[in-house]
């Protein structure tokens, strides 16, 4: 009778523990648990059991929406160094329009065009947004290639979705003879784009919680193309020395990250992940 109970009640505390800390859970020296999955999760729900890979620490630099002037961005962040804008408040209807229930409504029908999770991401698949959410959505499994797997990021259908991407307001911070170009995606937890680089943007996270990495452009980073950011973290990372560690934040909801000309970044979401990148073109 006593063994029952004992393991009742190792049970109990065990899901106590749990519970009370999964959002404080990091890799590192500083965590990000200022960073936790919103119990207001549009019902995009990882369960902890998903959660493959967890948030990391915190060592770009941090600052919030309501003190960073245009002047100040263009002159610390612009050209120069990645930058997380946390507390962002004006995406609230797109967040509404971006819940589970609202997406299969409006666009469970419609044509996804989906990417292979590689660096140079060659496979493209087309499913309409319910059979991926259904059948496809899933937790990354460590042994999948990242050209394996498939992954919902940017090539948009703008006229079928206008309803969606005109909700969206862009970061408020520009840079110089530049504009926008939206890539909105949903994607599992544990998947991610491993390293490549690109023109300068911001990503932003609606739902769920993403692990971005970085580094500057003169300092590429290891890592096979065909492998997935999870492998990467796995199999590479623990193994870094300090300075050839990249600079790194897991951003989640109200949160937006800067990254300026080809630095390279690689991402691995924590939850299943609803998120949208605003890529800077020349105009
Ligand atoms: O959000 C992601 O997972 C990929 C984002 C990305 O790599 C990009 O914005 O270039």
Not at 21 to 35: A, F, K, R, Y
Not at 263 to 274: A, E, K, M, Q
Request: aromatic share 16%; with cysteine.
């Amino acid at each position: 009778m006593w063994h029952f109970h004992r393991n009742i009640l190792l049970y109990l505390c065990f899901y106590v523990l749990h519970f009370t800390t999964q959002n404080e859970q990091c890799d590192g020296d500083s965590c990000s648990s200022d960073v936790t999955t919103d119990k207001n999760d549009g019902g995009w729900y990882t369960d902890f059991r998903e959660q493959v890979a967890k948030p990391g620490p915190c060592n770009v630099e941090r600052v919030e929406a309501a003190t960073l002037t245009q002047e100040d961005f263009i002159k610390k962040y612009a050209y120069t160094a990645p930058v997380v804008i946390s507390g962002i408040k004006y995406n609230e209807e797109f967040r509404k329009m971006c819940s589970k229930q609202n997406m299969l409504r409006e666009f469970g029908s419609k044509t996804i065009r989906l990417s292979s999770a590689n660096t140079y991401s060659y496979k493209k698949v087309d499913v309409t947004l319910r059979e991926y959410v259904e059948n496809i959505l899933k937790p990354q499994s460590l042994y999948t290639l990242g050209n394996e797997t498939l992954y919902w990021f940017g090539d948009n259908n703008y006229t079928e979705w206008s309803d969606l991407f005109e909700q969206y307001n862009q970061p408020q911070w520009k840079l110089p003879k530049t504009e926008g170009v939206l890539s909105f995606g949903l994607a599992g937890a544990g998947t991610g784009v491993p390293f490549h680089f690109h023109g300068p943007g911001f990503g932003e996270v609606i739902y769920g919680r993403k692990r971005w990495f970085l580094t500057p452009p003169e300092q590429k980073p290891s890592f096979d193309p065909d492998q997935t950011t999870l492998h990467w973290l796995v199999n590479n990372y623990p193994h870094l020395s300090e300075n050839e560690k990249p600079l790194e934040c897991t951003i989640g909801p109200g949160d937006l990250i800067y990254f300026p000309d080809r630095w390279w970044h690689g991402t691995l979401n924590i939850d299943t992940s609803v998120f949208i990148s605003t890529f800077l073109g020349p105009m």
